[in-house]
Structures are given as structure tokens and as C-alpha cells.
């Protein structure tokens, strides 16, 4: 068998040959070696491939979170496919347009995601678990062979499918084991969906890679949690804002044993200081870090050393990612985490990536020491809960409503999500609109959290520039007053 260590599929190999009988894996009280998941993503390797999948195509999985979608990575990677993760947070039609623009030649489906694959996909439907034969896959794929596909929303109103490589996800999880100082002893409570980057590249391969233990959840269910970093002994896990919000709301998390974690990771969004200053007074310091699909993901992390004296810094950068402010005071970054590209998409890449360097949209500042901090963003992203929202997408949706004149999507301060979405929308002349029809207009088109959560109606147009664009700054200034977009 030839060695590259920049073909991802040759890690579960290698792993199942030194560390056979460590567990990788604990699902559901079930625990997997990794010698076990080596075989499974072998089966699927032989399953895909009888299917018809070849080398250099595109295979989207629809699923939760399980021990078989892990194979089913692997095996794409072994075999040179490459995996399009599809959110289940999105509406059926969102789906079908993601389906549609990267062209799988199969779907991989759960049980619980077998009819919803059947009316988004008229192509090859392969349901979990894929039983092939046991032969052993490696196909050597290079640093730039495509490795995933992962859609993120764009100014536009489409999502793009950031085109991340073999390369990509060598680097990025290099990253993480130098910065994050994790080992083979480490238990990574793994709750986060597995259509974001974060939980592949900060969650789950780093620790697979040092031959630690992955303790898998479907989904994030904020008592379970709990529960689990005390019974299973979790050393690292990381969250979004949301999610260590709801875990500090539960009854029992004053009494919640934390002695096993090392580290704990917010990413996603900024969190609140309050919020970092709840889990300090347990004796956890929350890591803070800032990061972007398209960078595998990672640009800055929070040294854990100055977590509480730099509380709401993003951090240095990372060990393998040059990160930098622009003249204009934008965040950005270069280094072999940079994405491919976006599918499709030359168009967006040569705005995003230029001279080498990606630009990030978010606008930093860095203090004496090299500290970043994300002080505001450059476009009109809204941050809700961990997910991506951006406005152009929801408005195009508003505006397909026929009694609909001007919509303009901002996003303003909440206590639970960090922000939420909020239509403001001017009714054609002599039509009758009311808010309760709008958002069932967007109910049937739009992910449920993406659907605006306030929605007003107005009489007068709305504020615009010379050029005709809508102030959005203007919408947004009421609502900010007294709070702060700071990280």
C-alpha cells in the first residue's frame, strides 16, 4: 500500500492497524473499535462502488448524526469521493437545490431520512447501513484531490458549496492537535451536526487521529449532555453559544460534575461575557475561537493560559494559518486551509480568495499582544444559534410573495440565540398583507430558523441610498442601542 498522509482515508487504515481495539466510538451506550470502523467504512467503500460510484464523484448524505456516517466519510475518502453533507435543518426545496447543484451520482440516507430522500432525489438512494464486502480500500489521493463539499449561505441568496480537500483537512486538523493540545486519552463529547465543519474538523478527526474516543449524539439534547460529561468521563468537546447557553439553564447544572473536561471550545458565533463568566465560576474556562467554513475552519483560537484574562478575544492565530487584518480593518486569512473554491461558483472564488489570502467579510482589530478581536461584520451575516443566516436569502423568498413591495431581512440582539431574524416588509399598493401570512409564505420555503422570528409592517418605503440600496444600518441602529456585536 503507498503512504500519503494527505489521503484522509488512510487514517482510519492506519489507526485500525496500530490502535485496533481502542475504542473510537461510543454511540448509544454501544462502543465501536477502531478496528470496527475501519470495516464499516471498508463496506461502504464496496457499496458505494457497486452502486456505481467512481472516483472524483460526488455522493450527498442525508442523515443525523450516527457511527455509520462516519464511515461512510471515510470510505468516500479511501475511495476519491467526494461527500456533500445536506443539512436536515433545510426545507425540501432548499435541499433539492443543493442536490441539484452539486450533482451527486447517489444519496446516502438514515432510516429516518428515507422518505424525504425519495421525493428530493430521482437517482441512486443507498439507505444506512451500506453492507458491501470487507476489502480493504485506499485509493492515494493527492493534497489537492476534493475531499467535501459543504454549502454556506451567500450574500447572493444561493448558497455556495465550499470545495474543502484532502489537503484542506490534513492541515485543519493539524491545527487543532498542535494549538489544542489533544491526545489520545481525550473523550470528545461529539453533539454537533456532522453538515458543519466543526464537527469534523475540531470534534471528531482530530481526537480519531491520536486514537482517542468520539462519545457520538445524534443530536444536542441539553440535559443529556450533562449527564454524559460526568458518566463518560468527557475531556473535550466544543459548542456554540446556544448550546452551553442551554446546558447552563438546566436544573441540574449547578450541581454538574465538570472535573474530567480539559477543554471547552465556543465557536460559531460570539458568546456572551455573562455567559463565559457562568461556566468560569464552575471552574471552566471557556476556549473562544473564530473560524470559517472555507478555512477548514479554523483562523484563531484563545490560548486556554489566557482564556480569563483575554475573555472575548478570538485568540492568535492558528499555528498553520497566516492571519491578518486587512488595510481596511477586514479579517484575513491564507495557508493550506484555504479552500478550493466554491463549486460552481469562479465567480465568488475570485472575490473571496484574492492574492492568496481569503477574504473573511468580518472586520477585526488586534491588540498590543497579537490578540484578535471580531468587532462587527463587514456584510449583513446574521449568527442565530450557530447557523449562518444571511438576509439576501431569506428576502429573495419574501419577495416571491405577490402582495409583497420591499422586504429588508437584519438581524437583531437576542438573549438565547445571540441574534435572531427580523423581516421588515411594505405591502404593493392596495394589497392586504398581515404578518401572519407572510411567515407562512416563508414556513413552506425556508429552514425553520431561518423563518424570521419578528416581522413588521410598514406604510412608507423603505429608507434607501442614492445608489438604492436599503439602509440597513438605519434598521438595525434601534435595536442595537445599549448592546454590543463585540465577540
Known amino acids: 500500500m503507498s503512504f500519503n498522509p494527505y489521503s484522509i482515508g488512510f487514517w482510519i487504515t492506519r489507526r485500525a492497524e496500530l490502535t485496533p481495539s481502542r475504542v473510537a466510538l461510543d454511540f448509544e451506550d454501544r462502543e465501536y473499535s477502531y478496528a470496527e470502523l475501519n470495516d464499516g467504512a471498508n ?23 450516527r457511527p455509520e456516517y462516519i464511515e ?27 442536490l441539484e447543484d ?3 451520482t447517489a444519496l446516502v440516507v438514515s432510516p429516518d431520512w428515507a422518505d424525504t430522500g425519495g421525493r428530493i432525489f430521482d437517482g441512486p438512494i443507498l439507505e444506512l447501513p451500506l453492507n458491501g464486502e470487507t476489502t480493504e480500500h485506499h485509493d492515494v489521493c493527492t493534497w489537492d484531490d476534493s475531499l467535501m463539499i ?28 498542535v494549538n489544542a493540545d489533544i491526545d489520545g486519552d481525550d473523550v470528545s463529547l461529539m453533539f454537533l451536526p456532522m453538515f458543519h465543519i466543526g464537527g469534523w474538523n475540531v470534534n471528531t ?78 471552574g471552566i474556562d471557556i476556549v473562544q475561537g473564530y473560524g470559517l467554513t472555507e478555512l477548514s475552519p479554523n ?27 486587512s488595510d481596511d480593518g477586514e479579517i484575513i486569512a491564507a495557508g493550506p486551509v484555504v479552500m478550493q473554491g466554491y463549486w460552481n461558483r469562479p465567480d465568488a472564488t475570485d472575490e473571496t480568495i484574492r492574492d492568496g489570502w481569503l477574504h473573511t467579510g468580518d472586520v477585526g482589530r488586534v491588540d498590543d499582544e497579537g490578540f484578535f478581536w471580531v468587532v462587527d461584520r463587514k456584510k449583513d451575516m446574521i449568527i442565530s444559534g450557530g447557523e449562518n443566516i444571511y438576509p439576501a436569502e431569506i428576502e429573495n423568498v419574501i419577495y416571491e410573495h405577490p402582495s409583497i413591495a420591499e422586504a429588508a431581512v437584519i438581524g437583531i440582539p437576542d438573549d438565547k440565540w445571540g441574534e435572531s431574524v ?11 398583507l398581515s404578518v401572519d401570512d407572510v411567515l407562512q409564505h416563508c414556513l413552506t420555503r425556508l429552514a425553520a430558523f431561518k423563518v424570521p422570528r419578528s416581522l413588521e409592517l410598514r406604510k412608507d418605503p423603505l429608507p434607501r441610498t442614492p445608489a438604492g440600496k436599503v439602509k440597513k444600518t438605519e434598521l438595525r441602529e434601534p435595536f442595537w442601542e445599549g448592546h454590543s456585536k463585540s465577540i
Not at 466519510?73 to 443543493?98: D, H, N, T, Y
Not at 453559544?241 to 436544573?251: E, G, V
Open 102 to 104: 452539486s450533482s451527486p
Open 422 to 432: 427580523r423581516a421588515i416588509v411594505v405591502a404593493k399598493e392596495g394589497m392586504e
Open 299 to 325: 483562523a484563531l483560537l484563545l490560548p486556554m493560559q489566557d482564556a480569563s484574562r483575554k475573555l472575548g478575544s478570538a485568540g492568535k492565530p492558528y499555528f498553520f494559518t497566516d492571519t491578518r487584518l
Open 150 to 177: 459543504l454549502y454556506t449561505s451567500g450574500t447572493t441568496g444561493r448558497p455556495k458549496g465550499a470545495v474543502l480537500t484532502h489537503g484542506n483537512f490534513f492541515w485543519g486538523n493539524l491545527n487543532m492537535l
Open 205 to 282: 478527526l482530530p481526537v480519531l487521529l491520536k486514537g482517542g474516543k468520539i462519545v457520538l449524539e445524534r443530536t444536542f439534547d441539553a440535559t443529556r449532555s450533562l449527564d454524559l460529561i460526568a458518566k463518560k468521563q468527557v475531556t473535550w468537546l466544543m459548542g456554540v453559544p446556544a448550546t452551553y447557553l442551554f446546558m447552563s439553564q438546566q436544573p441540574g447544572f449547578q450541581s454538574a460534575d465538570f472535573s474530567s473536561v480539559k477543554t471547552m471550545v465556543v465557536g460559531g458565533a460570539p458568546m456572551p461575557e455573562t455567559l463565559l463568566q457562568t461556566y468560569a465560576a464552575k
Open 43 to 65: 463496506r461502504a467503500a464496496s457499496a458505494l462502488e457497486a452502486s456505481g460510484v467512481k472516483r472524483g464523484d460526488r455522493v450527498a448524505m442525508l442523515s443525523d448524526n
Open 72 to 98: 461512510v466519510f471515510f470510505a468516500c475518502a479511501k475511495l476519491g469521493v467526494v461527500l456533500v453533507p445536506v443539512s436536515w435543518r433545510l426545507a425540501e426545496p432548499e435541499m433539492i437545490w443543493q
